[in-house]
């Protein structure tokens, strides 16, 4: 009788379960001796079952010769014969076995009419018993991959159709071109075909390496027809990415993960070739090709397992962290912001903003509030003798001789190669030229209507009401029959006779004076020069006072100097985004978000926006059109939380993102 293709799904996956429960416990931090000279030393242990990972360090004659990074499942091959303290190290050898799993080891079966392929690689003893990896794939898409007890496997075989062996038999591990798009997926699109076309580069290049002599034109058809398959769907990938991002080049000699086979970053920089499509013992094969026994390839190799391994750890803790978190937009937005780097004050405030529009519905200020424009912008205070601005991103506050200050919204446009500010003032609006020296210039004496105080604060009593509450306490008599139904503190006796306390809580409204001040004016119009205004002061920042009064942790990077700035957020075809605010601007790119000070600059007729970013100097040009031009792409070093209630424990999430042009769109 066949197995149905969902049978097979479920003892595939049931599988997972038991393998994380007979994972043997390793001993840490002791030498396990094997007889060839070479000494195991497990120092480390992330995760738990089938996907928990092991550092350990290899010895030669007891000198250190590498760290590596490897499934912990993996390791119970390569400790069998070994000792620890002078008794066995491990589970019985392979060869003391009988070498039981070579019955099923690197075979294929179909098990359900076509439908449903099964791969059996990898098989070693794990526990004491005998364990091999088992794929599950149906019509070239990986369904699961988990290890499964041999002798389970044999069972369920023994109803499916042994399909040919792979010559060379190592193939069978070798993933097919939907499991490689499968094993590397992460960020945007964009980014997900270069990385995918990178890694079917690799594959390539392993197989080429592991086939020896062979490359030179003697492969055999099955790794031909690997290698033929891999590099058809790379070329499509390629063709498909340039209709869908017109202009960009996806060919392979770009491509930035097309490193040489004797780069220790070859499978392990950028893409997880090593780590989510192929076993250990592939890439230890792989080295002892290309490395030739090379004292510094093996070396820089192991640097790489050991950034592996701890890109590894920090993804679980990651995971780990985002499963318990909150996952409401506020408390979102919260996490966001503060691993980009801004301070604690702004990100709670923008997680309570976020929070109250996401309850009411939306921004409940729309169309009764101008919207703060897109695109240029200006902070900062610029004062003459009797004329002072004071810019926000969203108004600027005028003060003019004895005139009450005023807020008012006002408007930057470029006019060629000009900036040019416009205030609404009353009775004539007045137009300033920002000069590229940070100055602002106007036309001169300029009549500004305002309201100036005219005597003292008068108070304006009103008569309202308080709501009081009042208690009172009396005694209710009760039977002798209901004394049991009290507690005796609460139970009065006099004589023969009972009573309890009964409290009665009325509400009444008590008239009260309420006090309200106003300060008089009257109306008045002064004149002020709106000359030359050189920049005086930064804008005061509340986020920045509370920060200082309360001691909390302030942005890692931030610009209050005057000057023009951007507001709102831009992105890029690919995904890639830039929120602008006055002091910072968090570049975006997949799950790695970092908030740099920036300043806009005038050089040359242009433009030019230039961030102070950890990753090296980055300037973008903002256009005419309101666009920003970008360089084709840019690293984002970021970090993500994992500190639970401790939200200043990070770890490192940098990626690589696309750039080209960024378009301006709004949020609220």
Same mark, same amino acid.
Not at 265 to 275: D, L, M, N, S
């Given at each position: 009788?066949? =197995?149905?293709?969902?049978?097979?799904?479920? /003892? =595939?996956?049931?599988?997972?379960? *038991?393998?994380?429960?007979?994972?043997?416990?390793? @001993?840490?931090?002791?030498?396990?001796?094997?007889?060839?000279?070479?000494?195991?030393?497990?120092? &480390?242990?992330?995760?738990?079952?089938?996907?928990?990972?092991?550092?350990?360090?290899?010895?030669?004659?007891? +000198?250190?010769?590498?760290?590596?990074?490897?499934?912990?499942?993996?390791?119970?091959? %390569?400790?069998?014969?070994?000792?620890?303290?002078?008794?066995?190290?491990?589970?019985?050898? *392979?060869?003391?076995?009988?070498?039981?799993?070579?019955?099923?080891? $690197?075979?294929?079966?179909?098990?359900?009419?076509?439908?449903?392929?099964?791969?059996?690689?990898?098989?070693?003893?794990?526990?004491?018993?005998?364990?091999?990896?088992?794929?599950?794939?149906?019509?070239?898409?990986?369904?699961?991959?988990?290890?499964?007890?041999?002798?389970?496997? +044999? *069972? @369920?075989?023994?109803?499916?159709?042994?399909?040919?062996?792979? $010559?060379?038999?190592?193939?069978?591990?070798?993933?097919?071109?939907?499991?490689?798009?499968?094993?590397?997926?992460?960020?945007?699109?964009?980014?997900?075909?270069?990385?995918?076309?990178?890694?079917?580069?690799?594959?390539?290049?392993?197989?080429?390496?592991?086939?020896?002599? &062979?490359?030179?034109?003697?492969?055999?058809?099955?790794?031909?027809?690997?290698?033929?398959?891999?590099?058809?769907?790379?070329?499509?990938?390629?063709?498909?990415?340039?209709?869908?991002?017109?202009?960009?080049?996806?060919?392979?000699?770009?491509?930035?993960?097309?490193?040489?086979?004797?780069?220790?970053?070859?499978?392990?920089?950028?893409?997880?070739?090593?780590?989510?499509?192929?076993?250990?013992?592939?890439?230890? @094969?792989?080295?002892?090709?290309?490395?030739?026994?090379?004292?510094?390839?093996? *070396?820089?190799?192991?640097?790489?397992?050991?950034?592996? %391994?701890?890109?590894?750890?920090?993804?679980?803790?990651?995971?780990?962290?985002?499963?318990?978190?909150?996952?409401?937009?506020?408390?979102?937005?919260?996490?966001?912001?503060?691993?980009?780097?801004?301070?604690? %004050?702004?990100?709670?405030?923008?997680?309570?903003?976020? #929070?109250? %529009?996401?309850?009411?519905?939306?921004?409940?200020?729309?169309?009764?509030?101008?919207?703060?424009?897109?695109?240029?912008?200006?902070?900062?205070?610029?004062?003459?003798?009797?004329?002072?601005?004071?810019?926000?991103?969203?108004?600027?506050?005028?003060?003019?001789?004895?005139?009450?200050?005023?807020?008012?919204?006002?408007?930057?446009?470029?006019?060629?190669? &000009?900036? =040019?500010?416009?205030?609404?003032?009353?009775?004539?609006?007045?137009?300033?030229?920002?000069?590229?020296?940070?100055?602002?210039?106007?036309? #001169?004496?300029?009549?500004?209507?305002?309201?100036?105080?005219?005597?003292?604060?008068?108070?304006?009593?009103?008569?309202?009401?308080?709501?009081?509450?009042?208690?009172?306490?009396?005694?209710?008599?009760?039977?002798?029959?209901?004394?049991? $139904?009290?507690?005796?503190?609460?139970?009065?006796?006099?004589?023969?006779?009972?009573?309890?306390?009964? @409290? !009665?809580?009325?509400?009444?409204?008590?008239?009260? !004076?309420?006090?309200?001040?106003?300060?008089?004016?009257?109306?008045?119009?002064?004149?002020?020069?709106?000359?030359?205004?050189?920049?005086?002061?930064?804008?005061?920042?509340?986020?920045?006072?509370?920060?200082?009064?309360?001691?909390?942790?302030?942005?890692?990077?931030?610009?209050?100097?005057?000057?023009?700035? /951007?507001?709102?957020?831009?992105?890029?075809?690919?995904?890639?985004?830039?929120?602008? &605010?006055?002091?910072?601007?968090?570049?975006?790119?997949?799950?790695?978000?970092?908030?740099?000070?920036?300043?806009?600059?005038?050089?040359?007729?242009?433009?030019?926006?230039?961030?102070?970013?950890? !990753?090296?100097?980055?300037?973008?040009?903002?256009?005419?059109?309101?666009?920003?031009?970008?360089?084709?792409?840019?690293?984002?070093?970021?970090?993500?939380?994992?500190?639970?209630?401790? =939200?200043?424990?990070?770890?490192?999430?940098?990626?690589?993102?696309?750039?080209?042009?960024?378009?301006?769109?709004?949020?609220?």
């Amino acid at each position: 009788m066949k =197995v149905t293709t969902v049978s097979l799904i479920s /003892l =595939v996956l049931f599988t997972v379960a *038991a393998a994380a429960q007979d994972q043997p416990e390793w @001993q840490l931090n002791k030498p396990y001796r094997c007889a060839n000279g070479i000494s195991y030393t497990i120092t &480390r242990r992330t995760g738990t079952g089938y996907n928990s990972m092991c550092l350990y360090s290899e010895a030669q004659n007891d +000198e250190h010769v590498t760290d590596v990074v490897t499934r912990c499942s993996q390791m119970t091959g %390569m400790l069998q014969g070994c000792t620890v303290d002078g008794a066995p190290g491990g589970p019985q050898s *392979a060869a003391a076995a009988g070498d039981p799993s070579g019955d099923v080891n $690197n075979m294929r079966y179909d098990c359900a009419n076509g439908s449903a392929m099964m791969t059996v690689f990898n098989c070693q003893q794990q526990g004491g018993q005998d364990y091999c990896l088992v794929r599950l794939e149906s019509g070239g898409e990986l369904i699961a991959q988990a290890p499964k007890p041999r002798n389970e496997i +044999e *069972a @369920q075989v023994k109803s499916c159709k042994v399909l040919p062996q792979f $010559n060379p038999p190592y193939l069978a591990e070798f993933p097919s071109p939907h499991h490689v798009v499968q094993g590397i997926l992460a960020g945007n699109p964009r980014d997900n075909v270069t990385r995918a076309i990178g890694a079917f580069y690799q594959l390539q290049e392993i197989l080429k390496v592991l086939a020896g002599a &062979r490359a030179a034109g003697g492969l055999t058809p099955d790794e031909k027809k690997f290698i033929d398959d891999y590099a058809r769907t790379q070329s499509q990938l390629a063709d498909a990415a340039s209709k869908k991002f017109p202009g960009e080049n996806f060919d392979v000699e770009r491509n930035p993960f097309r490193y040489s086979v004797n780069d220790p970053k070859f499978g392990f920089e950028g893409i997880p070739v090593w780590a989510n499509l192929l076993t250990p013992a592939a890439q230890a @094969q792989f080295a002892r090709l290309v490395g030739r026994n090379d004292a510094r390839y093996a *070396a820089a190799a192991g640097e790489q397992r050991q950034r592996a %391994m701890q890109q590894a750890d920090n993804d679980l803790k990651v995971a780990q962290a985002d499963a318990t978190a909150r996952k409401d937009p506020g408390s979102v937005a919260v996490r966001h912001c503060i691993e980009s780097g801004r301070s604690d %004050m702004e990100c709670l405030g923008e997680g309570m903003k976020i #929070g109250a %529009m996401n309850l009411m519905g939306g921004n409940p200020m729309k169309g009764l509030v101008p919207d703060t424009p897109v695109g240029l912008r200006v902070t900062g205070v610029y004062a003459s003798r009797d004329l002072s601005l004071m810019f926000t991103q969203d108004h600027v506050i005028v003060q003019c001789g004895t005139l009450v200050d005023q807020p008012q919204f006002y408007t930057v446009q470029r006019n060629e190669d &000009r900036v =040019v500010i416009q205030i609404p003032i009353s009775p004539k609006p007045v137009t300033l030229t920002y000069k590229n020296d940070g100055q602002l210039v106007g036309p #001169g004496p300029v009549d500004v209507a305002g309201q100036v105080v005219v005597g003292r604060a008068v108070d304006n009593p009103t008569t309202g009401y308080e709501m009081q509450t009042n208690t009172t306490t009396t005694q209710r008599q009760i039977d002798a029959g209901e004394v049991r $139904n009290y507690s005796a503190d609460q139970v009065h006796q006099n004589g023969m006779e009972y009573s309890v306390d009964q @409290q !009665t809580t009325s509400t009444s409204w008590t008239p009260t !004076t309420q006090h309200n001040y106003t300060v008089p004016t009257a109306p008045k119009t002064e004149r002020c020069n709106a000359g030359l205004m050189p920049a005086r002061a930064a804008t005061a920042s509340v986020s920045g006072a509370l920060t200082t009064l309360l001691g909390s942790q302030a942005s890692r990077s931030s610009n209050f100097a005057p000057g023009l700035r /951007l507001n709102g957020t831009y992105v890029a075809a690919g995904g890639f985004k830039v929120e602008f &605010r006055d002091d910072s601007a968090t570049l975006e790119c997949g799950e790695a978000r970092n908030a740099e000070g920036y300043t806009v600059e005038a050089e040359g007729g242009r433009l030019v926006v230039k961030f102070d970013n950890k !990753t090296g100097p980055l300037a973008m040009t903002l256009e005419p059109d309101g666009r920003i031009s970008g360089p084709a792409s840019l690293d984002v070093a970021g970090r993500k939380l994992i500190g639970g209630d401790d =939200v200043h424990s990070f770890v490192p999430r940098n990626e690589h993102c696309a750039v080209g042009t960024l378009s301006p769109v709004r949020q609220w």
